[in-house]
């Protein structure tokens, strides 16, 4: 059973800084791709940024700038670091990763973090 665990996240004021980790744990063979999504009250998710397994990365226009996503392939790890928060960025952020079990299978999953609150606000 694949895990994904995040960490970090919480109250911070505009223009404060905060960072999300998210580490894969159980049995797998590798991990694809990974983001970060949010989801604030009332909107849908969406994507903030995505990274692949080699290290390329894309950001949403929102964040550009100011948010840097990374990932540590021998921690299963993927990161976000966030600056310059603005109160608009308040919203749940939920990291994402697809993930082959097998050697032996081209077939992958995809799983979700639990979530974790990220509240700007004075």
């Known amino acids: 059973q694949v895990q994904l665990v995040q960490s970090g996240g ?9 960072n999300l980790s998210c580490t894969a744990t ?5 991990i694809h791709a990974m983001g970060w999504y949010r989801q604030a009250p009332g909107k ?5 940024a ?19 996503i990374s990932r540590d392939n021998a921690k299963n790890t993927v990161y976000l670091q966030m600056n310059s928060l603005k109160p608009e ?5 939920y ?12 077939s992958t999953f995809h799983y979700w973090g639990q979530g974790t609150q ?5």
């Open 44 to 48: 849908q998710r969406e994507l903030v």
């Open 89 to 93: 960025d308040t919203a749940v952020y």
């Open 26 to 30: 159980g049995s797998f063979f590798s």
């Open 118 to 122: 990220v509240t700007v606000s004075s």
């Open 95 to 106: 990291c994402d990763a697809n993930v082959s079990l097998r050697q032996s299978s081209l």
């Open 10 to 18: 919480g109250l911070v004021q505009p223009g404060g800084s905060l």
């Open 50 to 68: 995505p990274v692949t397994s080699g290290g390329s990365t894309n950001y949403a226009d929102s964040v550009k700038g100011r948010f840097t």
